[in-house]
């Protein structure tokens, strides 16, 4: 089957290595679809599987069993010209950046075209062009080392850029920059995803770096993946528990120390609920509710709003009387918000 509207298909896709005395599976049975025009991001610890996976797309590995898509076009099985083709319409990223020490800025920026025997004369307008888009205008003629690195991976985003690839491919792409370049980074990916219509695939271990930018999702562990969706609602509603731990570091939300400190797994004493609210009863007053209509009073130990794309999400810690928590919960979930019972503090 072909599905459409889809910039990368992974249908049914395995990958062993050959291994001393057997195989290791890096990839069991992948199935995704990166929506065309989308940011979709992948998720794992490391050796998850999450390389290996993006190697696919450009060909740079090639199934064991399944199939990989780009546009439409097999991966796997394309050679010669058909491959080039596809490899044109794929710019991949790196975290350390891949750039060449011996070449400048423009100089970088032009090898793939150079490749593709791009006529000279086009060359310089079209890195021009680059240049200016990822906002490197003053540093054309800086050699590599002379860089931050935040610099360095404008090049390499201009480079991945040059041949007008339908697709971008970036493989933790941030994990060597500090937090602030990490977010204008971001934002120039973001910025590329808009602009051009570039659909872009991202492999990261940062739940952050799926919240700020990424419109699409998935988790994978010892190469399967584990759960995919829209952003929103998997921040909103995790149901794999590997996507639960990698969301608590960054759903804002912590206990304050000295609850955390006392927080018992069995009753008895207070219960702890994470309440998430997500969507149009992000800002609803469902505590004052809980009050008002079953005469509950909750403790707010915590809480935290953010935005993942342009809608609010909130996530909020309170406590309730032990024997109230079980109807508390119900009357929450009723009300569509997501519940979770972290323990109990006397
Ligand atoms: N060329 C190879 N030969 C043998 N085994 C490999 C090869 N490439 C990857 N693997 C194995 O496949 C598994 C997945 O590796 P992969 O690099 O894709 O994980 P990852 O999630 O990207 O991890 P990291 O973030 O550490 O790079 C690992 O067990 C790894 O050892």
């Known amino acids: 089957m072909r599905m459409t509207g889809a910039a990368i298909t992974f249908e049914g896709l395995g990958k062993s290595f050959p291994k001393a005395g057997g195989q290791v599976t890096a990839l069991a049975d992948i199935t995704l679809s990166v929506p065309e025009g ?27 069993t399944g199939r990989v898509t780009v546009s439409g076009r097999d991966v796997g099985t394309a050679t010669g010209s058909a491959l080039r083709a596809i490899r044109r319409d794929v710019g991949m990223i790196f975290q350390h950046f891949n750039l060449l020490a011996s070449r400048t800025v423009r100089g970088n920026i032009a090898l793939p075209l150079e490749v593709a025997g791009t006529p000279r004369g086009q ?3 079209r890195v021009d062009q680059l240049i200016e888009q990822v906002g490197l205008g003053a540093l054309a003629d800086r050699y590599p080392a002379e860089l931050s690195g935040g610099q360095k991976q404008r090049v390499g985003i201009a480079r991945a850029l040059a041949t007008g690839p339908k697709v971008l491919l970036s493989d933790e792409a941030t994990s060597a920059l500090d937090p602030e370049t990490t977010q204008t980074v971001l934002d120039l990916l973001a910025q590329i995803n808009r602009d051009l219509g570039v659909s872009v695939l991202l492999i990261t271990h940062e739940m952050a770096v799926l919240r700020d930018i990424a419109s699409h ?15 929103y609602d998997i921040f909103a ?4 528990a590997t996507t639960r731990r990698f969301l608590s570091g960054v759903t804002g939300a912590t206990l304050p120390a000295f609850v955390a400190a006392r927080l018992q797994t069995d009753p008895p004493g207070d219960q702890v609920i994470r309440v998430t609210f997500a969507g149009t009863h992000a800002t609803d007053p469902m505590l004052a509710r809980l009050a008002t209509d079953l005469g509950i009073s909750a403790n707010i ?6 935005e993942i794309g342009t809608r609010p999400f909130g996530n909020l810690l309170i406590s309730v009387p032990q024997d109230r928590g079980d109807q508390a919960r119900a009357f929450l979930e009723q009300h569509g918000l997501t519940t979770e019972v972290l323990g109990h503090v006397r």
């Open 38 to 64: 989308s940011i979709t991001g992948i998720i794992g610890r490391s050796g998850a599987g999450k390389s290996t996976l993006l190697r696919m797309v450009n060909g740079l590995e090639r199934p064991t």
């Open 217 to 231: 999702m998935a988790v994978i562990e010892a190469g399967r993946i584990v759960e995919a969706g829209p952003t």
């Open 237 to 240: 509603r995790p149901e794999h």
């Open 301 to 306: 130990l915590g809480g935290t709003i953010e």
């Open 123 to 125: 060359i310089r307008a």
